[in-house]
């Protein structure tokens, strides 16, 4: 069965810290895709990035970063120098070649960012 | 370009109530999806459409809560005899879909649905 877990209830920082925000997931497939979204308090999901099975490979955009890790499951989210303006709620989701229109979402990991 | 727009932003309604709630997806994407969040949680796929027919529709909890997209674009969510249980933020998304392949799906402001 499709899950993602995301055990990190709550984090808070104070800015300019680093944060990792992780993210473990489960799929009866070799075919997948992992997203990460972005839910400021304003409410709408922003879309951050999206990454398939076959790519393993790390991807750094500006102050953010993600560690795919197919040996343990796991698609964790660094963001580096945390700002005020990173606070927010982070989802991972997951999909896979049997339900590849429908998103399985972790319960989210809410980040504080304090000045 | 537009986003995804939903009205409206906030309902509130008395247990029993029909309410209808409206997505629409980005001009030229071919695939809408339904999505609920309670709260603290992540979102709960309900339904999803390519084109004007219901693909997968697997998530709706109860025959209770309905959607239509008649041509292809804007949907309804329609819920009857609404339950306390019922309130939640009701997210729409839409896509393209490419031969099948998972595409990107990009989510609007959401509907916060509170029932009394």
């Known amino acids: 069965a499709q899950k993602v877990t995301q055990a990190q209830t709550e984090i808070s920082v104070v800015e300019k810290e680093d944060v990792t925000l992780d993210c473990v997931y489960e799929?009866?497939?070799?075919?997948?895709?992992l997203f990460w979204y972005k839910q400021p308090p304003s409410g709408e999901l922003v879309f951050l990035i999206r990454?398939?099975?076959?790519?393993?490979q790390n991807e750094i955009s500006g102050r953010y970063s993600w560690n795919f890790q197919k040996s343990t499951s796991s698609f964790n989210f660094t963001i580096t120098a945390s700002q005020v303006v990173d606070s927010a709620v982070y989802f991972c989701?997951?999909?896979?070649?049997?339900?590849?229109?429908?998103?399985?979402f972790g319960s989210g990991t809410k980040l504080n960012v304090k000045p | 370009g537009a986003g995804v727009s939903q009205t409206p932003s906030n309902k509130v309604t008395e247990k029993g109530k029909y309410v209808e709630l409206r997505c629409d997806p980005i001009?030229?994407?071919?695939?809408l999806y339904w999505y609920r969040q309670s709260l603290g949680q992540g979102p709960e796929f309900l339904i999803y459409?390519?084109?004007?027919?219901?693909?997968?529709d697997s998530g709706l909890p109860n025959d209770r809560f309905f959607a239509v997209r008649p041509e292809g674009s804007v949907s309804t969510l329609k819920i009857q005899r609404t339950e306390r249980g019922d309130s939640a933020v009701y997210l729409c998304?839409?896509?393209?879909?490419?031969?099948?392949?998972?595409?990107?799906?990009?989510f609007g402001p959401g509907t916060r649905l509170t029932v009394l």
């Open positions: 998304a839409s896509s393209t879909t490419y031969g099948g392949e998972t595409d990107t799906q990009y």
């Open positions: 990454r398939n099975s076959f790519d393993e």
């Open positions: 799929t009866r497939d070799t075919t997948y895709y």
């Open positions: 001009s030229g994407h071919t695939a």
């Open positions: 989701a997951l999909s896979d070649l049997y339900n590849f229109n429908k998103f399985y």
């Open positions: 459409f390519q084109g004007t027919g219901a693909a997968d």
